[in-house]
């Protein structure tokens, strides 16, 4: 702006003035805003650690109250199984809060009873544990170190057969010289035996008395009735055994009563007939 000596004074220009009470407005009301704000964040903060607190001692006092301790132990799915021993592998568990329990911890508990496969566990509101398992099922027994064991369908030791068990299963045999990992492979083998010849032949697998599990590379069988000895192939026990049961009358009536019949081959049944045995022991 130029001023003439001795004319007017010139005012200041307005739209400066403003400009500059506007930023004034603006920037009060941006601290208002942020200020409201920030009192709406910090009461929603402090109210959700209030209820962050309270849920901890509701959480706190429900997980140690004395009364929510466990009292009952149901177990559902035994009958081979006492329930009472599963109650007893499970005793230290009863007067702790049910709450506070870790229920993989006691299915794993429940579960190293050498009768059961599986365990699954419920709490039950307020004072009970519902156990529910799932039993292993008896597949032939064992002589182990002189010792008659039940063992499962695959080949897991479950104990000793006691008083009152049947006896009326296959019996694996050989085990003598065998102990850790070639013992526990020997039993699954025989227990897998056991499981395809009833597969391939349920009738004759009932006729199968004894599995000598001594030499890896054969299984020896005995059935119940008079008869030769059975070798099969420790990997394909079924094979030609049902080519055997078929042709079993024309054999015995062509070389009379055999000693041994070997099926470990491809396509070929050997058989030593008892006559033939007897005259080689005579020479």
Known sequence: MILERGGPTAEPDRRYWRRRANREVRKTRRTRTLLHWTGIVGANLLFAAVLVYSGWQAADHLTTTPGLAVTHVEVDGASRTSPDAIRALLSPFV??????????????????????????????????????????????????????????????????????????????????????????????????????????????????????????????????KAGPRILLDSDRVERNLNDFLALRPEIERRLGPATVVDLRWSRRISVLPAAALSEAEAH
């Open 95 to 224: 007067g702790r809060n049910l709450l506070a329990l870790d229920l993989g911890e006691v299915a794993a508990r429940a579960a190293s009873h050498p009768w059961i496969r599986l365990a699954a566990v419920k709490r039950i509101v307020p004072h009970t544990l519902r156990v529910s398992v799932v039993e292993r099922a008896p597949a032939a027994l064992a002589v182990i170190r002189g010792l008659v064991h039940v063992v499962d369908d695959g080949g897991f030791v479950m104990g000793p057969a006691g008083p009152g068990f049947s006896l009326d299963q296959p019996v694996l045999t050989g085990l003598d010289r065998l102990d850790g990992s070639a013992l526990a492979n020997a039993l699954a083998v025989g227990a897998r035996a056991i499981a395809r010849l009833r597969s391939a032949s349920p009738s004759w697998e009932r006729e199968v008395s004894e599995l000598d599990l001594s030499r890896p590379d054969r299984i020896e069988v005995v059935t119940r």
